[in-house]
């Protein structure tokens, strides 16, 4: 955004008309009223940015899923890769609305790009919300701002396949508990910051690319096969096409609980949910799709009733299943729900192709990514050498 606020240039009585402009507009008397309104205002003005800017906007019932799944009413709220505090937002809404006291969650986050920490904390500033974003912005990877922090919940949407996060810089990094994640592809390498950064019963749930679920290239399959093993994956959601604005890249949603036994809910070590939420949702407009109230609390309720010690979960053909390690061992460690919740009685096959065409989709992305990450050595190398490839 053009940094010209205070140049000679602009024109101060016009300045002063807009500020006037904006000062007049009726937000409503209450202050709780007031921040909804202006907030709202500019959470919308955030996503335009978003679009003409090429950050990924995290839809907000996306969020909302997020937060109604892990249900922060206490403690530590962590989200390293924060954006403009969207998922801050939203667990602050899920405690007030639920009768919670919003002094009994504290937040902690961190953004790399400059422009957009400045627009969380403006975010968060007009919510009256107080976060710890860090001293500045800067990388979570090779800058992490919060070494020492242990969240009792994680809340992320990070980028999807970055092929350039600096791992060639952090080889021996103790994050890299599962194994070193692949320089071409920073998925594994979020799960294991998540991980690293929970506390022995903190949750985390966040957006990854479907790539995540199946991919075996460059060591993926393995730490993907270690982390299943040492038990932390709680339930995997498949998200409908076309709720992003800026990317047509399925994703999916991980949950991940260091401690399947915490007493809140019914022991379930060594079983995982899935649940195949591809049906939910309805086209806002001609491109764009989202999840109503009712999907939000239909596909929360299907967890809460599986994790619950007198819940009345079943598992039900073509939506959710609940698999025990030994199933997934047989199916190579291998997480998209498709594979295990089946088809619905009475579907056609078009199902199980579209959990294939997934699957290869996925498989194809990543040997794209790979082949980026190749050719740019190939370039830098021939460049070191005196010949440069346009």
């Known amino acids: 955004m053009p940094k010209r606020y205070a140049r000679p240039e602009l024109d101060k009585i016009r300045l002063g008309k807009v500020v006037d402009l904006i000062s007049d507009i009726g937000?409503?008397?209450?202050?709780?009223?007031?921040?909804?309104?202006l907030g709202n205002v500019y959470?919308?003005?955030?996503?335009?940015?978003?679009?003409i800017g090429g950050e990924v906007f995290t839809p907000k019932s996306i969020v909302k899923l997020l937060v109604e799944m892990l249900q922060p009413f206490k403690g530590k709220v962590f989200d390293p890769c924060c954006g403009s505090g969207g998922m801050f937002i939203q667990s602050e809404k899920f405690v007030l609305e639920h009768e919670g006291k919003i002094d009994d969650i504290?937040?902690?986050?961190?953004?790399?790009?400059?422009?957009?920490?400045?627009?969380?904390?403006?975010?968060?500033?007009i919510r009256h919300i107080e976060p710890d974003l860090g001293k500045r912005d800067a990388d979570s990877f090779l800058n992490n701002q919060h070494k020492n922090l242990k969240a009792d919940f994680v809340l992320a949407n990070p980028p999807f396949n970055d092929s350039h996060w600096g791992g060639d810089q952090l080889e021996d990094d103790v994050r890299w508990k599962y194994?070193?994640?692949?320089?071409?592809?920073?998925?594994?390498?979020?799960?294991?910051?998540?991980?690293?950064?929970?506390?022995?019963?903190?949750?985390?749930?966040?957006v990854l690319a479907n790539g995540s679920l199946s991919s075996m290239s460059s060591g993926e399959g393995e730490i993907r096969k270690a982390i299943i093993e040492d038990d932390l994956v709680d339930c995997i959601v498949s998200l409908p096409g076309q709720l992003f604005l800026t990317t047509q890249i399925p994703v999916c949603?991980?949950?991940?609980?260091?401690?399947?036994?915490?007493?809140?809910?019914?022991?379930?070590?060594?079983?995982?949910?899935?649940?195949?939420?591809?049906?939910?949702?309805?086209?806002?407009d001609r491109v764009r799709k989202a999840f109503t109230d009712d999907d939000i609390e239909n596909i929360a309720s299907i967890y809460f009733n599986w994790k619950s010690?007198?819940?009345?979960?079943?598992?039900?053909?073509?939506?959710?299943?609940?698999?025990?390690?030994?199933?997934?061992?047989?199916?190579?460690?291998?997480?998209?729900?498709?594979?295990?919740?089946?088809?619905?009685?009475?579907?056609?096959?078009?199902?199980?192709f579209s959990v294939k065409m997934d699957e290869l989709v996925s498989a194809l992305s990543d040997q794209f990514m790979l082949s980026k990450s190749i050719e740019a050595q190939i370039k830098d190398g021939l460049g070191a050498l005196g010949w440069d490839l346009l």
């Not at 937000?27 to 309104?37: A, M, P, V």
């Not at 959470?43 to 679009?51: D, G, M, Q, V």
């Not at 260091?258 to 591809?278: C, M, P, S, V």
């Open 27 to 37: 937000l409503g008397d209450k202050e709780s009223q007031s921040k909804d309104i």
């Open 43 to 51: 959470e919308f003005f955030l996503s335009k940015f978003a679009k």
């Open 106 to 125: 504290s937040i902690y986050g961190q953004e790399f790009k400059a422009d957009t920490w400045k627009l969380a904390k403006m975010n968060l500033a």
């Open 179 to 206: 194994g070193k994640p692949p320089n071409s592809n920073a998925n594994f390498a979020w799960v294991q910051h998540f991980l690293h950064h929970l506390r022995p019963n903190g949750l985390a749930g966040f």
């Open 253 to 284: 949603l991980w949950f991940l609980s260091k401690n399947k036994n915490d007493g809140k809910f019914r022991k379930r070590e060594g079983e995982t949910l899935f649940i195949d939420a591809r049906k939910y949702g309805y086209m806002v």
């Open 309 to 352: 010690k007198d819940g009345e979960y079943e598992d039900v053909k073509g939506l959710c299943k609940s698999v025990s390690k030994k199933d997934m061992e047989k199916n190579n460690f291998v997480l998209t729900p498709g594979r295990y919740v089946g088809i619905e009685s009475g579907e056609i096959d078009d199902i199980e």
